[in-house]
């Protein structure tokens, strides 16, 4: 049996030890496709607050066009930093007695803000004690090569990671998910990061609207040749008071099925180049924002249960 290369056996082998990442939900970061750079209302999918719930529910209050200058909220957003990573380690250390971790800038686009106010924040996190490097969130349109160059510096002593949410290759779904570039874009930035040496970690989205499987795996394939160093798999899910739940609640949206995610993201993973580090390979929600598919809401343990047993039996232990 085959075993899959995960992110923490990567992290173990490289540092002798168990490394966690730590999400941060930092205030005042935005989105070029919601703030009307770009488009407003976000991805038809997004309501961050689902994905991140350390976000304040505020949040509309404390958006700031970071891009305009000065950052009066700079000081609170250090703040943040150091509480939330605070916070984490002593769970972590508590209850799985791990010492070293990476400062994951997890909500919203997390390079969309004058790079000033993004070393000082990036700075703030590695400043802490046990915190190795740095995972970043962000999109393909909102990395300037300043902040690469910056990064690129840092990976020379840190573990720096830069996460990119692909989701599809398809422009038309890109354009249907209200996305605001196309794939060409996300293939441009991919590039110039691994010309800078960074480690790339690309987002893929299973059950997007319009989708059947052929096209899925075309994405995870062409993410491959893409240059990805590793890759989360998410089925796409709906949560209230978001734009797909509209379509959902109209009929013009069927989510994905259990089983057929599953044998799609065997089939992603049997297609995948060996040296490709697997991050993620499902997402859920557990509360009532919830609204389809069901088996979402379902526990970790549950689905990773029918994913491992379904690896399995492709030769595969994860």
């Given at each position: 049996?085959?075993?899959?290369?995960?992110?923490?056996?990567?992290?173990?082998?490289?540092?002798?030890?168990?490394?966690?990442?730590?999400?941060?939900?930092?205030?005042?970061?935005?989105?070029?496709?919601?703030?009307?750079?770009?488009?407003?209302?976000?991805?038809?999918?997004?309501?961050?607050?689902?994905?991140?719930?350390?976000?304040?529910?505020?949040?509309?209050?404390?958006?700031?066009?970071?891009?305009?200058?000065?950052?009066?909220?700079?000081?609170?957003?250090?703040?943040?930093?150091?509480?939330?990573?605070?916070?984490?380690?002593?769970?972590?250390?508590?209850?799985?007695?791990?010492?070293?971790?990476?400062?994951?800038?997890?909500?919203?686009?997390?390079?969309?803000a004058p790079f000033e106010t993004l070393k000082q924040l990036y700075d703030t996190a590695l400043a802490q004690k046990d915190i190795i490097g740095l995972s970043i969130g962000t999109r393909s349109d909102c990395v300037e090569e300043k902040v690469l160059e910056y990064l690129a510096e840092l990976s020379k002593t840190k573990e720096i990671w830069i996460e990119y949410g692909i989701q599809s290759v398809y422009d038309k779904t890109l354009k249907r998910i209200n996305r605001g570039h196309d794939a060409k874009n996300i293939e441009t930035?991919?590039?110039?990061?691994?010309?800078?040496?960074?480690?790339?970690?690309?987002?893929?989205?299973?059950?997007?609207?319009?989708?059947?499987?052929?096209?899925?795996?075309?994405?995870?394939?062409?993410?491959?040749?893409?240059?990805?160093?590793?890759?989360?798999?998410?089925p796409l899910y709906v949560v209230k008071n978001t734009l797909l739940a509209n379509e959902y609640n109209r009929g013009e949206f069927t989510p994905i099925e259990l089983n057929e995610y599953i044998d799609t993201l065997v089939k992603a993973i049997d297609m995948m180049p060996k040296d490709i580090i697997i991050q993620r390979v499902t997402a859920g929600i557990d509360d009532d924002t919830l609204l389809a598919p069901r088996w979402c809401g379902e526990s970790k343990n549950y689905l990773m249960g029918k994913i491992k047993q379904e690896l399995a039996k492709a030769g595969y232990q994860y």
């Open positions: 049996m085959e075993q899959l290369r995960s992110f923490g056996s990567y992290l173990k082998k490289k540092y002798k030890k168990r490394v966690k990442k730590i999400p941060l939900a930092i205030g005042g970061f935005t989105c070029p496709n919601i703030d009307g750079t770009v488009a407003k209302g976000g991805c038809t999918f997004c309501l961050n607050d689902s994905f991140s719930p350390n976000l304040s529910k505020n949040r509309d209050k404390i958006f700031l066009n970071l891009h305009s200058g000065e950052n009066p909220l700079l000081g609170k957003q250090k703040a943040q930093v150091i509480e939330q990573i605070a916070a984490s380690k002593l769970r972590f250390r508590q209850e799985l007695g791990i010492k070293s971790y990476l400062a994951y800038f997890q909500a919203f686009t997390n390079t969309y930035a991919i590039k110039k990061a691994k010309e800078y040496g960074l480690n790339v970690c690309g987002h893929l989205i299973f059950g997007l609207p319009g989708e059947n499987q052929e096209m899925m795996l075309h994405s995870a394939k062409v993410a491959y040749e893409w240059g990805i160093d590793s890759v989360k798999f998410h």
